[in-house]
């Protein structure tokens, strides 16, 4: 049972375009949700993240929108750049008495130049 | 370069080898985490440790085993696993685990279980 779900596995964007990656939850108890960026043989690394007390937040090129009622979260990039090109993970944390983070399975997004 | 540092980064084994996979953190963190990514799958949480103390198992099989020496070191001894093992291994650490904290991921183990 996937509570973080990442409906598209990649998405192809032109370089200066808007890229658009969506997340979906089910467990309205999260209350952090957070986007990490993996380029190949690397770890993946944090991008931005949001409350869920907020709608938006903003970093530069990055922007993350959180719709409650509708389970869902998105992060913006424009302009996108061929360097954003890269595999993209939501996530979602929730306090278990511990917190625990739990991660989509990602979305590889290409920038084309 | 994120201050984790995970080894080997590569590993091929079979399925009777015993073998183990470092991570090490120098960000002076205290907790550190290990995660299995199958491919297309989500980032799984496999072990938490706390102040060097293990705080989430994730009903993870007996055949893997995390050690957590002090708060730097984090170990995850294989023993006898099976080709469905094979995956990337992600070593991560956090400040001290408590809130929403932001992970800084090693670069992982490619661990290939023939």
């Known amino acids: 049972d996937q509570q973080v779900k990442q409906n598209s596995p990649s998405l192809s964007v032109q370089e200066g375009r808007i890229s658009i990656l969506n997340c979906d939850y089910t467990?309205?108890?999260?209350?952090?949700f957070l986007w990490y960026k993996k380029y190949p043989a690397e770890g993946p690394t944090f991008l931005i993240s949001i409350s869920s007390i907020k709608d938006k937040n903003e970093d530069g090129r990055f922007t993350v929108f959180l719709n409650k009622s509708a389970k869902h979260l998105s992060l913006h990039i424009v302009p996108s750049q061929p360097g954003d090109s890269a595999v993209y993970f939501c996530?979602?944390?929730?306090?278990?008495?511990?917190?625990?983070?739990?991660f989509g399975a990602g979305t590889r997004l290409f920038v084309k130049a | 370069e994120t201050g984790v540092t995970q080894t080997p980064r590569h590993l091929v084994m079979g399925m009777t080898n015993k073998k183990s996979l470092k991570c090490e953190q120098h960000l002076g963190h205290n907790a550190m985490y290990w995660y299995k990514q199958s491919a297309k799958k989500p980032l799984e949480l496999m072990f938490v440790y706390n102040f060097k103390e293990q705080t989430e198992n994730n009903s993870v099989p007996s055949r893997f085993s995390p050690e957590c020496p002090n708060s730097s070191h984090l170990f995850l001894h294989l023993h006898t696993l099976q080709p469905e093992d094979s995956a990337l291994y992600l070593c991560?650490?956090?400040?001290?685990?408590?809130?929403?904290?932001?992970?800084?991921f090693g670069p992982g183990t490619r661990l290939l279980v023939l």
């Open positions: 991560a650490s956090s400040r001290d685990g408590a809130g929403a904290e932001t992970q800084y």
């Open positions: 467990n309205s108890m999260f209350d952090y």
């Open positions: 996530a979602a944390s929730v306090d278990t008495g511990g917190f625990k983070t739990i």
